[in-house]
């Protein structure tokens, strides 16, 4: 696709449901990043994906929360037993890999999560 | 204390007013410094990019670094009502391709036609 494409753009839930959240990176980004904006606040850094594997998931809260990317292109963010306070725009982004870590980062539209 | 610190208030101006924004970070590792818009309802898409200190002139903005007070600033001339959204600074440590981002809260600005 032209864009990163992020998949339900809305979810409103129950506390205690599990929830899954898709992101479709631009064609042939390897480098892949999901980080959660609460209202009022900045995007957090959540975790980072080179390829198939996290490379970095220190920004993971707890251990409710995995994400996944198995063939090295669409990855998905599961949120066991949710709670309200997981209520907020999750945010995927990719880049292309640049050792040097200078890739723009190209930002999805969010999957908005609200937990009842 | 977080390691980007922006004033999030408000910002209301009228067209044509200069805006200024800034933000100030902890991290002496940062080397890399951004500037996103965020409108209502999507993600952010980068504006301006600065690598270490000095200025940054695109148009209408104008980016400045200065790493040794470790402070940014983000400079909006002749505002348009279009230029209305969130403005997010970001920044980031280079390694290992890890471009992961710290961003400050953001100052949502409203320029009144």
């Known amino acids: 696709g032209a864009g990163v494409s992020q998949t339900p753009s809305n979810k409103v839930t129950e506390k205690g449901k599990y929830v899954e959240l898709r992101c479709d990176p631009i064609?042939?980004?390897?480098?892949l990043y999901w980080y959660r904006q609460s209202l009022g606040q900045g995007p957090e850094f959540l975790i980072y994906?080179?390829?198939?594997?996290?490379?970095?998931d220190s920004g993971l809260p707890n251990d409710r929360f995995f994400a996944v990317r198995p063939e090295g292109s669409v990855s998905t963010l599961k949120i066991q037993r949710t709670e309200r306070g997981d209520s907020a725009m999750y945010l995927c982004a990719s880049s292309l890999y640049n050792p040097d870590a200078t890739g723009e980062l190209f930002f999805g539209e969010g999957s908005r999560l609200t937990v009842l | 204390q977080k390691e980007v610190e922006q004033d999030p208030g408000p910002l209301s101006v009228p067209e044509g007013a200069i805006v200024s924004l800034n933000c100030t970070y902890s991290?002496?590792?940062?080397?890399?410094f951004m500037w996103y818009r965020q409108y209502s309802r999507k993600g952010p898409e980068l504006l301006m990019y600065t690598y270490s200190s000095g200025n940054k002139e695109d148009g209408r903005f104008t980016a400045q670094v200065d790493k040794s007070s470790k402070y940014i600033s983000l400079f909006i001339r002749d505002s348009q009502p279009s230029d209305s959204a969130t403005y997010l600074c970001?920044?980031?440590?280079?390694?290992?391709?890890?471009?992961?981002?710290?961003f400050g809260k953001g100052n949502q600005v409203v320029v009144i036609p």
């Open positions: 991290n002496s590792a940062f080397q890399y």
């Open positions: 970001a920044m980031s440590a280079r390694g290992r391709g890890n471009n992961r981002l710290a």
């Open positions: 064609s042939g980004h390897t480098a």
């Open positions: 994906f080179q390829g198939t594997g996290a490379a970095d």
